[in-house]
């Protein structure tokens, strides 16, 4: 995708019927092309930022819609350039009308993401903006929303810029070293040079990290049901889900593969995974189904541990030791059937299995959804954590990046430590430089990359 001047033109509202239809031209042609077919009024006389009534008509003097258009004059609007947006009644075919008419009058169809590549190219906003924007129009929950609106702010790109200017400032002191270097003067510390990439690091690696995070914010975080057979795995999925997903029996062994669905509680999405029973099994089917499921507890954050609360506490605690829980994921025990016993006996198992494995345990009835609110609040209380990070990275592409970083400053802390010539650290140097730079766009960027990041827009984007 390249940079042109030219004047494109598309939907900017869903594809399909609706009361009203958005159509959006950019471009230095913009104006001139609009004022062609629409007579009510000369364009180019109006006051930017304002909305005119008026027929579209085509080259036969014919009506094709009712509209209103909206004027945007250069620089000020979403690209820079001479802007207009068409209001029209919310007809595909009303909208293709109209974009043929422009096709007279030298504007052409824009590819998908071109109005926020331009908005990039001129300046307005710098690439984690840019996908900002297309992380909020796929926005899928309340804390995907704030990350991609933190980003959209700025506030990520100008913690990098902080680390860029930190990063400059040293590469100074470097430069200046290596103009005196027949003199054997040291004006970089070593030391001070040694606590500007600690600090560095001391930046970047949360923010490394939080990428596993943000990315489990985007697609749901991953909270594994498992259990025994039986015990009530799929009923709880269907009562945190709300609905009839899994198949439910009296019969041991029903879900054989695993079963995902996505849901929203208190702003934040989980995904959760429903998994076959564990047992010793011959079956091959049901076998593979088990091997998937520990797959599943492998890559979950957190894991809902089921047992039907008649079940010996003590053998509970001993099943749930054979899970193999990492120290980085959060276990529940999920005391199930709670009906079937008497309630005051429920909240002692409770308590005995919180007291002596330090998870957290909660007797419910999955079947009738009883203390369901209980688990939820659980899960809120885990993941309230996340919500109160500033930054998180849920962008592959500055996950890569930043890790390119950290592995270049332990380079140039390596190079410090066994007194490396200063011409090889500011190589290094260098290079942490371009990678950051690369996350912003604030260095040049290959085309193919541009291409892929403004690709996945939607059209009109
Ligand atoms: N009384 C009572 N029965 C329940 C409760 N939850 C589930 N059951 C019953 O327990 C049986 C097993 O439920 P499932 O949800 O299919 O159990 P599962 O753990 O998914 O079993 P597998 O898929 O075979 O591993 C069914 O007959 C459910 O109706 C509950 O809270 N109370
Ligand atoms: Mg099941």
Same mark, same amino acid.
């Given at each position: 995708m390249m940079y042109n001047d030219d004047t494109i033109v598309a @939907?900017?509202?869903?594809a399909g019927m609706g009361a009203i239809s958005v159509i959006r031209i950019s471009g230095k042609n913009a104006i001139d092309a609009c004022n062609q077919i629409f007579p009510a009024k000369d364009l180019s006389k109006v006051v930017s930022h304002t909305i005119h009534y008026g027929h579209i008509i085509n080259d036969k003097k014919e009506i094709i819609d009712e509209v209103m258009i909206s004027v945007f004059r250069a620089p000020k609007s979403f690209t820079t350039e001479d802007s207009i947006e068409i209001s029209c009644h919310g007809s595909p075919f009303i909208c293709q009308q109209i974009i043929e008419e422009l096709g007279k009058h030298q504007v052409r169809l824009a590819q998908p993401g071109e109005f926020s590549m331009r908005a990039f190219l001129n300046g307005r906003i710098d690439l984690t903006q840019a996908e900002a924007i297309a992380d909020l129009i796929a926005v899928n929950s309340e804390k995907s929303k704030q990350i991609a609106l933190h980003q959209l702010r700025g506030g990520f790109s100008s913690e990098l810029s902080k680390m860029r200017t930190e990063l400059i400032d040293f590469a100074a002191l470097l430069e200046l070293e290596l103009d005196f270097s027949e003199e054997d @003067? !040291?004006?970089?510390d070593r030391k001070k040079i040694l606590n500007i990439l600690n600090e560095l690091q001391h930046k970047i690696r949360p923010l490394i990290q939080s990428f596993k995070l943000g990315n489990a914010i985007k697609n749901g975080i991953p909270v594994a049901i498992v259990g025994k057979p039986n015990s009530g795995k799929s009923t709880l999925l269907n009562a945190l889900l709300n609905e009839e997903r899994a198949i439910v029996s009296d019969i041991a062994g029903t879900t054989r593969d695993t079963i995902e669905d996505t849901i929203q509680i208190d702003g934040i999405l989980y995904r959760f995974i429903d998994t076959a029973g564990l047992r010793n099994t011959e079956d091959t089917i049901e076998h593979a189904g088990i091997e998937r499921a520990k797959q599943k507890i492998k890559e979950a954050s957190i894991i809902l541990f089921v047992a039907d609360i008649n079940e010996p506490y003590k053998n509970i605690i001993e099943e749930a030791k /054979?899970? &193999? %829980? /990492? !120290?980085h994921q959060e276990l529940i025990f999920v005391l199930n059937k709670? &009906?079937? %016993?008497s309630s005051c006996d429920g909240y002692d198992i409770e308590e005995a299995i919180s007291t002596l494995t330090h998870s957290k345990a909660i007797a419910l009835a999955a079947k009738d959804k009883t203390h369901l609110d209980k688990l939820k609040n659980i899960l809120t209380s885990f993941s309230s954590s996340i919500a109160q990070e500033d930054t998180i990275i849920n962008n592959i592409r500055h996950y890569e990046s930043l890790k390119m970083v950290d592995v270049c400053i332990d380079e140039i802390r390596d190079g410090v430590n066994q007194t490396i010539s200063n011409e090889l650290i500011a190589l290094d140097l260098r290079r942490a430089l371009q990678y950051i730079g690369e996350i912003t766009g604030e260095v040049e960027i290959d085309r193919d990359i541009l291409g892929n990041i403004f690709g996945k827009f939607c059209i009109g984007k």
């Open positions: @939907v900017a509202s869903p @003067v !040291e004006f970089a /054979q899970l &193999d %829980i /990492q !120290e709670i &009906d079937t %016993i």
